[in-house]
């Protein structure tokens, strides 16, 4: 029996009809199936993209966490390959013990590996270590015409470079094999600086690059005027092999319901940023943290995308390039204090310029800001309408994952190889969000 399944930011509402296939060879068939009908579907992984990328176009999708099966990992090399279902977490468990990490990780532990590759994700190491699609040495791509392609650098190229970050068009990605990183310990040795102006965090950003291998910044959105941008800086390398590692603590909360109306409103944001800010009173301090709470501090509460209620949420993610990063980053942070819609999880950080295979990938050199803005029907494209006309002037690009409403013609010019992924996608695959702004 198929079962519903929804994008994390439940906006649109719109529930897929998942079915959820256990073994690699029933994804051919499904396709061919689709294919023959006239009725695409697209693969979906763990349902972590907040937007449409993740919804089929005739809202069906081919949920891949059925193909959960290791394949072969090296704890010589950190070479590890697995079927596409299988989550970041499954394989944190696994190679952690062993002395390995995963080499890029997103927000959440909670993806697949193939959701991982079809969105080329990104983590806070991306100034040295590039997106996740780099350390993808091949995978296998089953199409709708009943044939497997191996992909890799050197065998169909054109295929492997249009899957990272394909958004899930080209193809169901059967299985994948990474290299991982080596480390001497999974703890973090974090530094966390208090600062005060968007300068200081472009001044923090650019002193940490080279000696830091984490960087990111949680910002106070509805600060204005000089304090614009303040927030916490933090930075961190794994600890060295003879720090004591911190215990991983069980995952313990979790919002059981979906309340009635979002508990996200602008007292409890006003309210929530000013006393985050002010929480840590000297302008730097240390710690020494295992890597799930400095990793993954939302996965600690089990299913917190709820609390929005049912109109759901947005997240706004964007970068602006490195050339107008701080007067756009600016720009932006005007434009949603004034609004007074802010988010209680805002983020900023500087991108590297490690280019990535992938050919719609995301990142790109730069300043990458996220938000989170509860759904309201009136506010919501009044401010994003705003925020995209920034992000356009100043040559930016809005990440696909988050995204629900950038309008077509915003997206085709800053993703101009968006041609050359549908002339490989596959025709029984297709997407809300490709035939939104594709058309
Ligand atoms: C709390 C949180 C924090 C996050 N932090 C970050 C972050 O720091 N950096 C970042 O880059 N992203 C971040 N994200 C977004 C998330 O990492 C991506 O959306 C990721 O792609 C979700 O993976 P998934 O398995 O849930 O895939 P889904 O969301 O279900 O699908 C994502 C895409 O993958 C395709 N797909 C899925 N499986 C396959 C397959 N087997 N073959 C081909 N295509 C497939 C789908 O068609 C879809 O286009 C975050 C999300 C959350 C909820």
Redesign the pocket.
């Known amino acids: 029996m198929a079962k519903h399944v929804n994008s994390?930011g439940h906006f649109p509402a719109c529930p897929q009809q998942a079915i959820q296939p256990a073994w690699q060879d029933q994804i051919g068939p499904l396709l061919t199936t689709a294919r023959n009908n006239g009725k695409p579907v697209?693969?979906?992984?763990?349902?972590?993209?907040y937007g449409d990328?993740?919804m089929g176009s005739r809202d069906q999708v081919i949920q891949?966490t059925g193909l959960n099966h290791m394949i072969e990992f090296d704890p010589l090399t950190g070479r590890l390959s697995c079927e596409?279902g299988v989550t970041l977490d499954s394989i944190l468990q696994i190679v952690v013990p062993q002395g390995w990490f995963l080499p890029v990780t997103?927000?959440?532990r909670f993806?697949?590996i193939?959701?991982?590759i079809?969105?080329d994700?990104?983590?806070k190491n991306h100034h040295l270590t590039g997106t996740f699609g780099q350390h993808i040495k091949r995978f296998m791509l089953q199409r709708s015409d009943g044939q497997t392609l191996l992909c890799s650098p050197d065998s169909n190229p054109q295929f492997y470079a249009a899957t990272i970050a394909g958004?899930?068009l080209t193809g169901?990605?059967l299985w994948a094999e990474l290299q991982l990183k080596k480390i001497t310990n999974s703890a973090l040795n974090v530094e966390t600086v208090r600062y005060s102006s968007l300068a200081e965090f472009f001044q923090l950003s650019a002193e940490s690059a080279q000696d830091y291998e984490y960087t990111v910044a949680w910002i106070d959105c509805l600060a204005r005027g000089k304090q614009l941008g303040r927030g916490h800086f933090m930075r961190a390398n794994h600890a060295t092999a003879s720090t004591t590692t911190p215990p991983l603590k069980a995952r313990k909360l979790s919002v059981p319901l979906m309340p009635p109306i979002s508990l996200i409103n602008p007292l409890s944001l006003r309210l929530f940023n000013t006393a985050y800010y002010h929480r840590q009173q000297r302008r730097s301090q240390h710690c020494v943290t295992g890597y799930d709470p400095f990793f993954y501090p939302?996965d600690g509460i089990h299913q917190w995308n709820r609390i929005y209620g049912p109109r759901g949420f947005q997240q706004y993610q964007c970068v602006i390039p490195q050339h107008n990063a701080e007067a756009g980053t600016q720009a932006l942070l005007e434009a949603i204090s004034t609004a007074g819609v802010g988010s209680f999880l805002a983020v900023l950080k500087v991108f590297g310029d490690k280019p990535s295979p992938g050919l719609l990938s995301f990142p790109r050199p730069g300043a990458t800001l996220a938000l989170d803005f509860p759904r309201h029907e009136i506010h919501s494209p009044q401010l994003f309408d705003t925020l995209d006309r920034l992000v356009h002037e100043s040559g930016g690009a809005i990440y696909p994952?988050k995204d629900s409403h950038t309008p077509g013609h915003y997206f085709r010019e800053a993703y101009p190889h968006w041609q050359q992924l549908e002339a490989l996608r596959d025709p029984a695959l297709q997407?809300r969000f490709w035939q939104r702004l594709t058309g």
């Open positions: 994390w697209l693969p979906f992984g763990m349902g972590r993209s990328s993740c891949t596409s997103p927000g959440t993806v697949t193939g959701g991982a079809a969105n994700v990104h983590g958004l899930g169901i990605i939302l994952a997407s």
